[in-house]
């Protein structure tokens, strides 16, 4: 069964630092994988998606790498700004399957 | 394009009552999915399918009942409403497996 873990589960930093958060898997053999943004109390919105044969995707100042054969995935977020605060998910899609499987977050607050 | 619609938003319901939470998408996505999110258990896989007609069992199907008869729409289905079903229930779309995933705003459900 696919596992996904997101470390660390919460990350204070303060404005304009660089910061990277980790994901890991189980199984390599997935589809892809994405990263999503949560506000509280509000839906998921999807920031990257990475497919099994790229190394990274980039977005304004974020960047998503995938090491496949590792099972690991790195989101870089660029000059933090507080309007970064939010619950970072990543998930992959598992070779064959049509949904995801989502790691628990991690839970970043930028402060001024 | 309204994305993927869920409604309600909120609802409250007695322990053994029924209801039907509504999934709708405009993008012609072929698959759609229900996930449901808790403090500490992250989201997790209800039921999902692949097309109208086509549905399928996720990691916690149990309480809950689908059907898809159109492409744009994909109900969720409490048969009898119990506290552990009281959860925030996200629906997703997306064309195929290598795409991304959209998901709603979410129903947030309490079960008394």
């Known amino acids: 069964k696919q596992e996904v873990t997101q470390i660390p589960a919460a990350l204070s930093v303060p404005e304009g630092e660089n910061l990277v958060l980790n994901c890991s898997f189980t199984?390599?053999?997935?589809?892809?994988l994405q990263w999503f943004r949560q506000d509280p109390g509000k839906g998921l919105t999807s920031l990257l998606l990475?497919?099994?044969?790229?190394r990274e995707q980039t977005s304004g100042r974020l960047n998503a790498s995938l090491d496949k054969s590792s099972g690991r995935s790195t989101l870089y977020i660029a000059a933090s700004q507080p309007g970064d605060s939010a619950t970072y998910l990543c998930a992959v899609r598992p070779g064959g399957y049509s949904t995801l499987t989502f790691g628990k977050g991690t839970m970043l607050l930028v402060s001024p | 394009n309204a994305g993927v619609t869920q409604t309600p938003k909120f609802q409250v319901l007695k322990t053994g009552q029924s209801m039907t939470l509504q999934c709708a998408q405009d993008?012609?996505?072929?698959?759609m999915s229900w996930y449901r999110q808790d403090p500490g258990m992250g989201l997790r896989l209800i039921h999902y399918s692949v097309g109208a007609g086509i549905t399928d069992q996720g990691e916690v199907p149990n309480g809950y009942n689908v059907s898809r008869s159109t492409t744009e729409d994909f109900p969720l289905r409490l048969l009898s409403a119990a506290p552990s079903q009281t959860s925030v229930y996200f629906c997703?779309?997306?064309?195929?497996?290598?795409?991304?995933?959209?998901f709603g705003d979410g129903t947030r459900l309490s079960i008394l």
């Open positions: 199984d390599s053999a997935i589809y892809n």
């Open positions: 990475i497919q099994s044969s790229q």
């Open positions: 997703a779309s997306s064309p195929d497996s290598y795409q991304p995933q959209h």
């Open positions: 993008m012609n996505h072929e698959y």
